[in-house]
C-alpha cells in the first residue's frame, strides 16, 4: 500500500476559491472584510508568516494591513494596540503574531482581543464557547485538520490517536473529532507506551514537534496520519512522522511542508469572513 497524498496546497487552493467568491459577495453588499495582523520585533520566520497571511487576504479580494511594532515596545502600548484595534469598526479580524518578546504577556494580549473579532479562536471566550457547542471562532489548524479528515470520508466511529495536547491544537482538534463521533484518545509526554499503542488506531494525529516520532512500523495498517509537526532540521522542515515509511502503510498522509500549514492560513481567511459577516448580521 503507498498513501494517498493529503495535498494541503490543492485542497486550500479549492476552498479559497469558495471563501472568494463569498467576499465578492459581501463586497457587492459594501462590506469588505478586513484582516489585520499586529507583529512585535523582527523575527524573519514570524514576519515571513505574517506577510504570507497579508498576501493571502488580500488574493481573495479581502483588506489586510500589518500593524509592526518595536521589539521593545512595551506591554502597555501593544494592549493598547490592540484596544484600538478593537475600536476599528473597519477591522473584522485581529490576529496577534506569536511568539511576543519577553517584556509583553502573551495571555494578556489575547485576553484584549474582542472576541469578536479574536479570528485565531485563542481568547478565553472563544475557547470556551467551542467546549459549549456555541457559535464561535475555531482555532485555524484544528479546522484546517478537520478540512483535510474531510477528505478522507466519515469520522464516524473512527479510532483516533490526537499526539499532543497543547490548547491551539491538540485539545480543541480532539473536541472537534468528538463532535464528528469518533472516539479520540488524547496522548502527551506521559502517556505510558505512547508510540507502540499506535497501532490501535484509525487515524494519528501528531502535533508535538519532535521530527521522526511517528515511523511506519508503530501504524495500524491503512491509518489516517495528520502529521502538524514543523521543525526546522539541518534546513529543512520536517514533521513529526517519518514520511517515506508511513507513507507505505498509511492510507492517506499529510506531507511536511504542504500539508497542514496551507489550511491553517486558509482558515484565518474563513474565520475574517465569519467576523465580516457575523459584525453585519441584522
Avoid at 498576501?55 to 515596545?73: F, R
Avoid at 511568539?99 to 472563544?126: C, M, R, W, Y
Amino acid at each position: 500500500m503507498t498513501a494517498e497524498l493529503l495535498n494541503g496546497r490543492e485542497i486550500a487552493k479549492d476552498y479559497r476559491a469558495g471563501l472568494q467568491s463569498e467576499v465578492e459577495k459581501l463586497k457587492s453588499q459594501g462590506i469588505v472584510p478586513n484582516l489585520t495582523v499586529v507583529i512585535v520585533g523582527n523575527d524573519g520566520a514570524s514576519l515571513s508568516y505574517v506577510r504570507s497571511k497579508n498576501k493571502a487576504a488580500e488574493k481573495i479580494g479581502m483588506e489586510s494591513s500589518i500593524v509592526h511594532l518595536d521589539e521593545d515596545t512595551s506591554e502597555e502600548d501593544v494592549l493598547a494596540e490592540v484596544e484600538r484595534l478593537n475600536n476599528d469598526d473597519k477591522v473584522n479580524g485581529i490576529l496577534v503574531q506569536v511568539p511576543l518578546p519577553s517584556q509583553v504577556d502573551e495571555n494578556k494580549v489575547l485576553e484584549t482581543i474582542a472576541p469578536h473579532k479574536d479570528v485565531d479562536g485563542f481568547s478565553p471566550i472563544n475557547i470556551g464557547r467551542l467546549y459549549t457547542g456555541q457559535r464561535t471562532f475555531v482555532p485555524c489548524t484544528p479546522l484546517g485538520i478537520m478540512e483535510l479528515l474531510k477528505h478522507t470520508g466519515s469520522l464516524e466511529g473512527k479510532t483516533v490517536a490526537v499526539v499532543g495536547r497543547s490548547h491551539i491544537v491538540g485539545q480543541p482538534v480532539a473536541k472537534l473529532l468528538t463532535n464528528e463521533n469518533a472516539t479520540v484518545t488524547l496522548m502527551h509526554s506521559r502517556t505510558k507506551d505512547m508510540v507502540s499503542s499506535l497501532k490501535n488506531y484509525d487515524i494519528v494525529v501528531s502535533a508535538v514537534g519532535k521530527p521522526g516520532l511517528i515511523k511506519g512500523s508503530d501504524l495500524k495498517e491503512g491509518a489516517i496520519v495528520i502529521d502538524v509537526g514543523n521543525t526546522v532540521v539541518d534546513e529543512k522542515l520536517v514533521g513529526d512522522v517519518d514520511f517515506d515509511s508511513a507513507k507505505e502503510v498509511a492510507s492517506y498522509i499529510t506531507p511536511v511542508p504542504g500539508g497542514v500549514g496551507p489550511l491553517t492560513i486558509t482558515m484565518v481567511l474563513n474565520n475574517t469572513l465569519l467576523a465580516a459577516k457575523w459584525h453585519n448580521e441584522k
